[in-house]
C-alpha cells in the first residue's frame, strides 16, 4: 500500500507516521508537508531512515506538485492532517486558513478524482460542532450535532469536511472524515496549551491561562488518535464520519494545575489573561460510534499521558528549544507578553 500523508512533519501527523511504520512494515509511507512554522523535519529524523519512507516538502494547495506528486507516487490512501491548526492564529490572519484548510483540502480531492484512490481520510475536529454550555454536562457532540462554528480556524476545517461529504456523493470518491477531540503528547508545537504550559514551567515562566480557565476539552492521547484513523482506514464505512473522543474532560484551569504538580513547581506561576476572543467553552465527544462499529476506545488514560508528555518534554529539550528561539518568540511576545 501507498499512503500519502499530508501535514506529518506537525504533530499528529508525525505521530500517526511513526505509528503506522510500526504496526505497517509492508506499507510505504509519502510525507507531503510545506513545513510551515509548525512542521519540523527533526521530528521525522527516524523515519527518515527508512527504506518504505519518503518526504517531500510541497504546499497541498498547490495544484501541479500535488498532480504531480500523485503520478508519481500512485497512492492507495491518502490521509489528510495537513492543515494550520491554531485558534489563536486564524484570528489574527484567517486568510491562510481558507488557503491551506480548504483549498488544499479541495486540491486533494480533485487529485483523487483524477488518478483514483482506495480511500481518502480527511481528519479534522470536533471543534466544527462549536461549544457545548458548562452547566448542561449531559450534553455530547454526536456525528449528527449540526456544524457550528466559532473561529476562522473551525469554520475553514468544517468548510473541508463539507467538501469532502460533496465530493463522496458527487464523485463517488471513496471517503471517512475523522472528528477527534484535543490531543496531546509528544511533538505537540509549544503553542498549545500543554506544552506552553510544560515549557514556561520549567523555566519558571509565567503560565498565561485565558479568562477564568473553566473552558472544557475532551483530551485525547495522541497514539488513542492514530490507532483510530488507522482501525477508520481498515473498517470504517466509507461516506461516515466518526467522532473519537475518550470521556476525558477536564478544565483548562485543572490540567495546567496537573502539569504543575508533576513538575513540583508551584501556582502562583499561574497568570490569568485576557480570555481569547470567542472562546468555545466546553467540547465533550460523544464516541459511541466508533466504539460499537469499530470496537475502538482510549487506552491511555489522561494520568499517565500527561506523566508521559512530561517526561518526553523533558527528555527532548533541544527538539523544543530549537522551536521557542526563533519566529516563536515574536509570535509569544505579541500574543502573551502584552496583553
Ligand atoms: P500541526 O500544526 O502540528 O501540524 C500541521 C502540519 O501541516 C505541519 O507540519 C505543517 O507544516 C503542515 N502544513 C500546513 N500547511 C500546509 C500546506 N499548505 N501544505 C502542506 N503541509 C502543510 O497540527 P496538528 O495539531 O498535528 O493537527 C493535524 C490535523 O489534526 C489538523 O488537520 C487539525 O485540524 C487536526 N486536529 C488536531 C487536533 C489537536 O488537538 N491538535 C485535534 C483534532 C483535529
Redesign the pocket.
Known amino acids: 500500500m501507498n499512503i500519502i500523508v499530508?501535514?506529518?512533519?506537525?504533530?499528529?501527523?508525525s505521530n500517526f507516521i511513526y505509528y503506522m511504520l510500526k504496526k505497517h512494515p509492508s506499507d510505504r509511507i509519502i510525507c507531503?508537508?510545506?513545513?510551515?512554522y509548525?512542521?519540523?523535519l527533526e521530528t521525522l529524523e527516524s523515519a527518515m531512515e527508512k527504506k518504505n519512507f519518503k518526504f517531500i516538502r510541497?504546499?497541498?494547495?498547490d495544484r501541479r506538485a500535488v498532480y504531480r506528486i500523485f503520478e508519481q507516487e500512485k497512492p492507495d490512501i491518502v490521509v489528510?492532517?495537513?492543515?494550520?491548526?491554531?485558534v489563536d492564529r486564524s484570528i489574527e490572519n484567517p486568510e491562510i486558513f481558507l488557503?491551506?484548510?480548504v483549498i488544499?483540502t479541495s486540491v486533494l480531492l480533485d487529485a483523487c478524482r483524477r488518478y483514483g484512490i482506495d480511500r481518502y481520510h480527511q481528519?479534522?475536529?470536533?471543534e466544527v460542532y462549536g461549544d457545548l454550555p458548562l452547566d448542561r454536562p449531559d450534553l455530547f457532540f454526536t456525528e449528527e450535532t449540526n456544524l457550528k462554528t466559532s473561529s476562522p480556524y473551525s469554520a475553514s476545517?468544517a468548510g473541508a469536511d463539507l467538501l469532502v461529504m460533496a465530493y463522496h456523493r458527487t464523485y463517488k470518491i471513496p471517503t471517512t472524515i475523522s472528528?477527534?477531540?484535543?490531543?496531546?503528547g509528544p511533538y505537540?508545537?509549544p503553542e498549545?496549551l500543554i506544552p506552553l504550559m510544560i515549557i514556561n514551567a520549567l523555566s519558571d515562566k509565567k503560565l498565561p491561562v485565558y479568562g477564568d480557565g473553566k473552558n472544557v476539552r475532551d483530551w485525547l492521547y495522541v497514539e488513542d488518535h492514530c490507532r483510530a484513523i488507522d482501525l477508520i482506514l481498515q473498517k470504517g464505512r466509507v461516506g461516515e464520519v466518526y467522532n473519537i473522543g475518550g470521556h476525558n474532560e477536564r478544565a483548562n484551569i485543572d490540567v495546567v494545575k496537573t502539569i504543575l504538580k508533576e513538575l513540583g513547581k508551584p501556582e502562583d506561576l499561574i497568570e490569568h489573561v485576557t480570555d481569547r476572543k470567542g472562546h468555545d467553552r466546553r467540547y465533550a465527544i460523544d464516541p459511541t460510534k466508533i466504539h460499537t462499529e469499530l470496537g475502538w476506545e482510549p487506552e491511555t488514560k489522561f494520568e499517565d499521558g500527561i506523566k508521559k508528555t512530561v517526561k518526553w518534554y523533558l527528555e527532548h529539550r533541544d527538539w523544543w528549544m530549537g522551536i521557542i528561539s526563533g519566529d516563536y518568540q515574536t509570535y509569544y511576545e505579541r500574543m502573551y507578553d502584552k496583553r
Not at 6 to 13: H, K, L, P, R
Not at 179 to 184: A, I, Q, V
Open positions: 499530508t501535514g506529518g512533519a506537525g504533530f499528529i501527523g507531503v508537508d510545506k513545513l510551515t509548525a512542521g519540523n510541497a504546499d497541498i494547495a489528510n492532517f495537513a492543515a494550520e491548526s491554531h488557503q491551506t484548510n488544499g481528519v479534522s475536529t470536533d476545517k472528528r477527534c477531540s484535543n490531543n496531546y505537540h508545537f498549545k
